[in-house]
């Protein structure tokens, strides 16, 4: 392991497994078929791509 893994917080990896349930619940309940359920799920895998995309919207960057 590198000196940069041994610093990281287990705690992150909890915060992104609940975003990851919660997303998850949110783009999954707004389906309407079997194939936009699965493209949901593929969404709240990446979504702190979708989040930091925003926040660099927002700040002008």
Do not use: D, H, N
């Not at 609940?18 to 949901?40: E, H």
Request: hydrophobic share 55%; charged share 10%; glycine share 14%.
């Amino acid at each position: 392991m590198t000196e940069k893994m041994k610093e990281c917080s287990p705690s992150s990896g909890a915060v992104y497994g609940l975003g990851l349930i919660g997303a998850a619940i949110y783009f999954i309940s707004g389906a309407t078929g079997f194939w936009m359920g699965v493209l949901g799920f593929l969404k709240a895998i990446v979504w702190p791509v979708f989040l930091v995309l925003e926040a660099f919207k927002s700040l002008g960057v």
